[in-house]
């Protein structure tokens, strides 16, 4: 496609999305009727009318209200901007999304970074953004699993379990995907700018919305449509009563997706939403090797986790280390596993911890210092 075939494909695309009561579903019927956008444009007032959802005022706002200059200067600004742009009806559109409804379909996609091809594996990872320390680690861990074994990590790049996904799928040197609920040139949070940057470069970003698009609440459960029509499977990691992950939740099992929920303490705030799809169906969720089970198909090579050099370490110290692997690591289980008593293992801990390999974060609980994920 030519740089002015797509200016002008651009323009006609945003001209009709913009005209007020034209969301997906009234795009795709009109443009589904009258086999392009430019014979919407060019419909009589009456044939407009026919079509199911398009009022007579509704009619009357595409025959009189389109602005055609300021959609080209919308779709100009896209162009010198650098983004991709992905129309429903074309090649480099994600074909994972045609498996979801038709009237969710975006007529129109931006990306930066790499492209997503038909035969790639995509798992979503959402949850609560006021995650504990727990959920963020165990999802640092999976995600960096799951890009080990070439699949895509999914996700919204909302601060708690949407970053540490990320972070960890990064970590492992695997490809990531952030769908945004605010347009490309905005980000948000603004806490995960550096976060962003590396997503760009190394993953991919998603986002159906214009240039100078804000984000307000009704996008983010437009974006986890995304979310959850982009993967394969969708796991709930942490979320409370209301949580927003519950949204992709329940687009995933509308959308004949595998769903997964990792299991927490009935007392927990942040785990009332994920006990409660364990309850209603979805798979629990442990370890990677539940997402194998359910779904052999994903089944990969795992690469061994690559640490940063440590320290010098004594044979004891590296068996305890190489438990953390699968995440955070209670005291009590460090000790069966190693079959060593809690008064000589709390020694080599603080060893540990002395050193800045691992650190303690509750409960007798301890996890991987940062400096060593």
């Known amino acids: 496609m030519t740089s002015k075939d797509l200016k002008d494909k651009l323009t006609e695309h945003i001209a009709l999305l913009s005209i007020q009561g034209i969301g997906r579903g009234r795009f795709h ?7 392009s956008i430019q014979n919407v444009f060019n419909a009589t ?3 407009l009318e026919s079509v199911s959802g ?7 706002s595409i025959k009189s209200t389109v602005d055609f200059d300021k959609a080209k200067e919308v779709a100009e600004k896209i162009i010198q901007l650098g ?5 429903y009806n074309d090649d480099n559109f994600p074909k994972q999304l045609y498996n979801i409804s038709s009237k969710d379909i975006p007529p129109i996609l931006f990306s930066i970074g790499k492209e997503i091809i038909p035969t790639d594996k995509l798992i979503g990872i959402v949850g609560s953004r006021h995650a504990t320390e727990t959920g963020k680690q165990f999802t640092f861990n999976l995600a960096g699993q799951l890009a080990s074994s070439d699949i895509i990590v999914v996700s919204g790049m909302a601060e708690g379990i949407d970053a540490a996904a990320h972070k960890g799928a990064l970590e492992s040197g ?5 769908v945004w609920g605010s347009s490309l040139d905005i980000v948000y949070p603004p806490s995960n700018k550096e976060l962003a940057k590396q997503i760009a470069k190394h993953g991919t970003i998603f986002s159906e919305y214009l240039p100078g698009t804000d984000p307000v609440r009704a996008y983010f459960p437009e974006r986890n449509r995304i979310i959850a029509g982009l993967s394969d499977g969708v796991i709930v990691v942490e979320a409370g009563q209301k949580s927003g992950a519950l949204i992709t939740a329940e687009q995933a099992l509308t959308y004949n997706k595998e769903l997964f929920a990792v299991p927490g303490l009935p007392s927990s ?3 009332i939403g994920s006990n409660q799809l364990i309850k209603n169906g ?3 969720l442990t370890s990677i090797d539940d997402i194998f089970e359910t779904m052999p198909r994903l089944k990969g090579e795992i690469k061994a986790k ?4 440590l320290p010098d370490m004594t044979k004891t110290e590296q068996e305890i280390i190489n438990l953390f692997t699968s995440g955070p690591q209670q005291v009590d289980k460090i000790s069966r596993e190693i079959n060593l008593p809690v008064p000589e293992l709390m020694e080599f801990l603080l060893a540990l911890e002395l050193k800045g390999i691992v650190k303690e974060i509750s409960g007798k609980q301890f996890i991987l210092s940062e400096d060593y994920i």
């Open 306 to 309: 690559k640490f940063k050099q």
């Open 29 to 35: 019927s009109l443009v589904k009727t009258f086999g």
């Open 269 to 271: 705030k942040m785990s």
């Open 174 to 178: 695997g490809h990531t995907v952030a």
């Open 45 to 47: 007032e009456n044939a």
């Open 282 to 284: 979805a798979t629990l």
């Open 83 to 87: 983004w991709k742009v992905h129309f």
């Open 54 to 60: 398009i009022s007579n005022s509704l009619a009357k």
